[in-house]
């Protein structure tokens, strides 16, 4: 069992619509979302990849696997954070992303650190 206090990330997320990267006419809602990655734990640790489910109200996934996080694989030590933006195009005004990013902390042990659901919604929608 992975010690939760030697090995541990927190993450982050908060979502923005982007009105002029979308095009409701053609089902396209571009959203941009900020990842905030705190190494929690006690030893240093690099993210290596990430996992992403994404979902539509139409119950569309999309998986996203790759290296690292915008073409970097941060190296944090304890109390560390590394914040990046991306962004990702659904077909609906709402949606949802979950995921997880796979860890190795540098005396070689491998972790998860998840994604909680978060939601992507065109503003208003929800209300």
């Given at each position: 069992m992975i010690?939760?206090?030697k090995y541990a990330f927190s993450v982050n997320v908060q979502t923005a619509f982007l009105p002029d990267q979308s095009s409701?006419?053609?089902?396209?809602y571009a959203f941009a979302y900020t990842v905030s990655i705190c190494n929690t734990g006690n030893i240093a640790?690099?993210?290596i990849s990430r996992h992403?489910?994404?979902?539509d109200a139409n119950n569309?996934?999309?998986e996203v696997k790759g290296l690292g996080v915008v073409g970097a694989q941060?190296?944090?030590?304890p109390n560390q954070q590394f914040e990046y933006t991306s962004g990702s195009v659904i077909a609906t005004p709402v949606g949802s992303m979950r995921g997880s990013y796979k860890i190795v902390a540098e005396d070689g042990t491998f972790f998860d650190a998840e994604i909680a659901p978060f939601t992507l919604a065109v503003p208003k929608v929800l209300n």
């Amino acid at each position: 069992m992975i010690d939760s206090k030697k090995y541990a990330f927190s993450v982050n997320v908060q979502t923005a619509f982007l009105p002029d990267q979308s095009s409701p006419d053609d089902n396209q809602y571009a959203f941009a979302y900020t990842v905030s990655i705190c190494n929690t734990g006690n030893i240093a640790a690099q993210l290596i990849s990430r996992h992403w489910i994404i979902t539509d109200a139409n119950n569309h996934i999309h998986e996203v696997k790759g290296l690292g996080v915008v073409g970097a694989q941060p190296l944090l030590q304890p109390n560390q954070q590394f914040e990046y933006t991306s962004g990702s195009v659904i077909a609906t005004p709402v949606g949802s992303m979950r995921g997880s990013y796979k860890i190795v902390a540098e005396d070689g042990t491998f972790f998860d650190a998840e994604i909680a659901p978060f939601t992507l919604a065109v503003p208003k929608v929800l209300n």
